[in-house]
């Protein structure tokens, strides 16, 4: 399509797309926005180096490319203005969630890059939502590497997790690029690889001390938690990873708390979901943090959202087009909009129209000239920001009004 | 885990895991496993580099880490053995994919890549089988990336989805990473980007030329297809992105064949998977081609294996043990095991037993001593293996037996 635009001429076009979610999933009420922080790294670097150029170079698509095409691309750099809704943000079907303005070549080429980048993390960042809910104030901490859709998806999942309130990751690698805080517990190999559990038990407290965790089902639970009992402080916690989580929670904490280790938490795992979480905090076990994997980092009811990036608006020669298409069930909304938030709902809106005061824009300028302006990188104040945004604006119910007419957009011009 | 073993003094010890799926997910007969090239690149290339080692020294985990293990993970390198099945092959639950010999550290660090990388590429591959199963014959090509778990993820599964028999991706990237064939149409965009649709037909044609693909649904299907039939050749296909497909490839067909475009293809995209391509080509839908995006890229049905890594055997000072956990409902069979392909059914036994002439050991070793001694990255004989693979292994009812016990175990010792 590139090649195709600069063939046609329209190198001059100034293009604006804006990035939606059609629908939302089943079993989700609302969106935590996340990936933002990806999506301007790759806008702000974006480069076409020499193997990339050789290698399109011998597509039968691109035989008739001009030479011309090549050279753009060689020099290409991104140099338009994104606006976007701040990480963390709650939001509905069919808000704009990120507006790019640039001209049409350079708005092209990110499509496939953004959806998925921003996709992706605002499905965990709202599964995880979904789970922290169910844990209603139980700590949750991500798991879910191992399952997730590639190890880079592993830590951006765990990136997005923590962002929507999990209070950390197994993940090491995410501790280290975000800065998520990184819980771990040995497995079952670290057990099995000792003659005895006890040695086993023994020999992870020498290592990690206060923050030792001891998975106490390799061979039968209840013994395995007098064994950690009976080895005492230091001890951060114990987990359990199979059986009946409700049952070994209730006898396991008896267990700590006849040896006086009270203050010792339970972790549970186990391919938790928000459904077995909510069970087991509406029957009362005793358990102090959940560790989640497979559901949370594929968000396993709902992999994907239908998030599409659409043409509304086209400049050419100093005379503006407003574009929408009219396919079979998939109509869309022409024009630059805005999400003007009020406090009972939002109003989707042109974007050159006005809001009384106290009425919040959501969408803000985070790029501009292809210069990143805004670059919130402190993983915890997105974390705040996105508590609130859950707690204020995460309640079912909330009305999103579409509010763009053709009148409105001939107004406008 | 590994600053553990080191202080445990376990850094002779030799230990081999073995990576299985535990239980096929719901809708899938059998799996394609697929991700071993990137498997293996992994652990050729594993190292610590000194950012990652500082930054792993703040871990408050990490604190009573001995100075040795932090020189010792500077000159990691991966030494061990790997023994797996080809890519391509056809495998079911409870069936090692992947084995691991090595020194228990090395054995155990890149447990969570290794899940993340064959359980994902495998589920892509094994999602594509179905969907191939369900067009019968006709092409498919892999156009999901936008909804794919962080673009990366979209690449490997262009690669997987290629490797089970999809003719090709629409991602450019893993046409550039692993010589997978790329295909693509232009968006909605190009078409509103024009005056007119006639035009933004014509400028595409005259970039494409026989691979020209016009999308025609923006406006009006019918209207597009006669538009696109008065411009005639050259014109490799048309697609279908919306309203009822059954009755739109027929009305299309029409207006092909009576403008003497019989040669011209019929591609259909919007949300297709397996369920509906079959329903298609069983009421002889005239479609060619079918793109497929979310369902595939995501094996949205079931998104996750239940892949695990297992510790089966470990030796110290030249006295092997072999280990399984015996966890609730979450058991584990000791010693490394083969399996042992039969016409008929598969026997997982351990590595050490014989068998007849014509079994095939579908565990081979691909690296030995830390050296890769396999690296096919010829992806088309993968996918003729593989597609051979399905066509002979992949009928439902094939039987898999387990013959471990602890006799044989005592015996083989």
Redesign the interface.
Known sequence: ?A???W??G?TH?T?T?ELFVRRLPPNRDYLVVCGLEQAIEYLCELRFDRH?ID??KT???????PGGFWDYLAAFRFTGDIFAVPEGTVMFAGEPLLTVRAP?IEA?IP???L???I??QT?IASKAARILNAAAGRDVVEFG??????????C??GRAAFLAGCVGTS??AA??RFGVP?F?T??????????NETLAFE??Q????E?TVQLI?????LAGARRVAALGQPLWGIRL???DLLDLSREVRLILDESGLKSVKIMATNDLDETTIASLVEQGAPIDIFGVG?SLA???DA???S?V???VE?EANGIR?Y????????RTLPGAKQVFRYPDRDVVALASETAGPGVERLLRPVIVNGEAIVDEKNIRRIQSYARRQIADYGRPGRRVELSVSLSALAASH
């Open positions: 399509m090649a195709g635009y063939m046609a329209k076009e293009a797309f990339e290698y399109l597509l039968p698509q691109l035989q008739n490319a049409l092209q499509e496939t890059y959806l998925s980048t996709g992706f499905v590497c191992r399952r997730a859709h590639t190890p880079e998806a592993g951006l999942a993940n090491v501790g280290m990184v771990g040995s497995a079952h190999s670290w057990i099995l690889s000792f003659d020999k992870l020498q290592l990690l001390g923050r089902d390799t061979y039968d639970t990873d199979s059986g497979t594929t968000s396993y992999p994907a959202l998030a990036y659409k043409l086209i087009r574009a929408a298409k009219h396919s079979s069930g998939k």
